[in-house]
Nanobody, 124 residues
Framework: QAQLVESGGGLVQAGGSLRLSCAAS????????MGWFRQAPGKEREFVSA????????DYADSVKGRFTISRDNAKNRVYLQMNSLKPEDTAVYYC?????????????????WGQGTQITVSS
């Protein structure tokens, strides 16, 4: 059974950086797009970033563009999210997700495997 496990979350001051990692088991991610989503308390899960199967195409939510960078290492079956210049409004549980197709997507329905999430808290 496919599983995704996120790591790298924690508490950071505003302006700081964190790097999230998502490791897959039971599924080869190399042929599929990968995405990062986040969910703050009382809010719906929202798109953060996505990357195509090859890494050649990426997409970012406007709120994180220029601050976050998504990348992947297909040899290691991992996806990363480098987060810089963090803001208190970035506080949320962050989830990685494996897509059903090769192209990146902002739609949750285009992903069929989800991690359990990792908490990011940015203090002001």
């Amino acid at each position: 059974q496919a599983q995704l496990v996120e790591s790298g979350g924690g508490l950071v001051q505003a302006g700081g950086s964190l790097r999230l990692s998502c490791a897959a088991s039971g599924r080869n991610l190399s042929g599929y797009a990968m995405g990062w989503f986040r969910q703050a308390p009382g809010k719906e899960r929202e798109f953060v970033s996505a990357i195509s199967w090859s890494g050649g195409s990426t997409d970012y939510a406007d709120s994180v563009k220029g601050r976050f960078t998504i990348s992947r290492d297909n040899a290691k079956n991992r996806v990363y999210l480098q987060m810089n210049s963090l803001k208190p409004e970035d506080t949320a549980v962050y989830y990685c997700a494996a897509g059903k197709a090769r192209a990146p997507s902002r739609r949750r329905d285009d992903y069929d495997t989800w991690g359990q999430g990792t908490q990011i808290t940015v203090s002001s």
